[in-house]
């Protein structure tokens, strides 16, 4: 069975690894790394190759939106999914237009999360 790579970037440690410990009981599934920022983020995608970044909408630094698209333009097979807990903040629709796979909230449910990570690329 070939497993999905996740990288989950978060500034909050504790949020990291709390769903990092969800999604690793999820045997389709595999936590190839975190980061705690949007230009971390970036490094660790070129270093680890993951197939989807689930990545916060609000860090210090880069935002999770911007290092989104730049990471979607390097590496245009990566899904990147936006974790947010402000949902109203974000139109989803502009997501898109920016080559993002979609919005999550960070309080849905580890199975809704695990089911998002799992949807084919759109085209």
Known sequence: MTR?????????????????RLLQMEQD??????????????????????????????MAGMD????GRLLVQEHPSV??????AY??????????RDGLAGLLIKDQPAAEIA???RLPQAS
């Not at 999770?64 to 290092?67: D, H, I, L, P, R």
């Not at 899904?79 to 947010?84: A, D, F, P």
């Open 29 to 58: 599934m595999e936590i190839v790394g975190e980061a705690a920022d949007g230009c971390e983020a970036i490094a660790r995608a070129r270093e680890l190759r993951p197939d989807v970044v689930l990545m916060d909408f609000r």
């Open 79 to 84: 899904r990147v999914l936006i974790l947010t």
């Open 4 to 20: 999905i790579r996740v990288l989950l970037v978060d500034d909050n440690a504790g949020f990291r690894q709390r769903l990092a």
């Open 87 to 96: 949902p109203g903040a974000l139109d989803r629709d502009r997501l898109r």
């Open 115 to 117: 089911a998002a990570i």
């Open 64 to 67: 999770g939106v911007t290092a």
